[in-house]
C-alpha cells in the first residue's frame, strides 16, 4: 500500500468530516460527541430538542452542558468509556425524573487504536419505562386480589365438604329435621361464596 501524500490525506480527511455533518445533520437520534477532553464537539438538532442544549454549547466542557441535561453521573461515565475503551449502555433517570436509553461508545482512531472521545446517544423512553411501572402495578394488585380471593374462599369451601358428610348421616337416619337444618347451612356458605365472588369481580 502507497504512502499518501499529505494533501491525499487531508482530502480523505475533509470527506470524513463532511459525512459526519451530513449525518449528524439529518439524524432523528439525540447525540453528542465529547472529545477526550471532555468538550463538546458536535450535537445533532434532535440532542438540542430533547434537552437544554444550544449550539453555543458546542466547544464547552462537557461537565457544564450535563447540567442541562440534567444527569449527574453522566461525566463520571463519559471518563469511564473513554479510559477503558468499554461500550456503556444502560437505562438512567434524570433529576428531572425523565429516562432515557443511554449508549456511550469510544471514539475510535483506528490508526492508532485509542480512544478520542465518546459518542453519547440519549434516547427518551420515559413512556415506557412509565407503562412497565403500571402493568407492575396492576400485576401486583391482581396478585393481592388472588390472594384474598384464595383466602375467603378456604372458609366456606370447608364448610361445605363438612356439610356433605353432615347431610349423607342426616339422610341415612331419615332426620328430616336435621337434613333441613344442615341444607340451610349449605344454602348459606353457598351464598358467602357467592358474595366474595361478586366482591372479586367488581375490583377487576
Known amino acids: ?23 449528524l445533520a439529518n439524524t432523528i437520534i439525540p447525540q453528542l460527541y465529547v472529545d477526550c477532553n471532555l468538550i463538546l464537539r458536535k450535537i445533532t438538532i434532535p440532542a438540542i430538542n430533547q434537552f437544554n442544549l444550544t449550539p453555543d454549547d458546542i466547544n464547552q466542557n462537557i461537565q457544564e452542558v450535563s447540567e442541562k441535561i440534567n444527569f449527574p453521573a453522566l461525566l463520571k461515565h463519559i471518563k469511564q468509556v473513554i479510559n477503558t475503551g468499554n461500550n456503556l449502555e444502560k437505562e438512567i433517570q434524570t433529576s428531572d425524573n425523565r429516562w432515557f436509553q443511554m449508549n456511550i461508545l469510544p471514539y475510535m482512531i483506528r490508526n492508532e487504536n485509542k480512544s ?45 365438604g363438612l356439610l356433605a358428610d353432615e347431610l349423607t348421616e342426616a339422610f341415612n337416619k331419615k332426620d328430616t329435621d336435621q337434613f333441613t337444618v344442615w341444607i340451610e347451612i349449605l344454602r348459606s356458605a353457598s351464598g358467602k361464596m357467592n358474595k366474595i365472588i361478586r366482591d372479586f369481580t367488581n375490583q377487576l
Open 1 to 23: 500500500m502507497k504512502n499518501q501524500t499529505p494533501e491525499e490525506t487531508d482530502y480523505e480527511l475533509d470527506d470524513l468530516n463532511v459525512d459526519i455533518e451530513n449525518y
Open 116 to 160: 478520542n472521545g465518546v459518542m453519547i446517544t440519549l434516547i427518551d423512553i420515559t413512556k415506557r419505562i412509565e407503562v412497565i411501572t403500571e402493568l407492575e402495578k396492576v400485576n401486583a394488585e391482581q396478585s393481592t386480589l388472588l390472594y384474598k380471593l384464595s383466602h375467603n374462599l378456604k372458609q366456606p369451601i370447608s364448610n361445605i
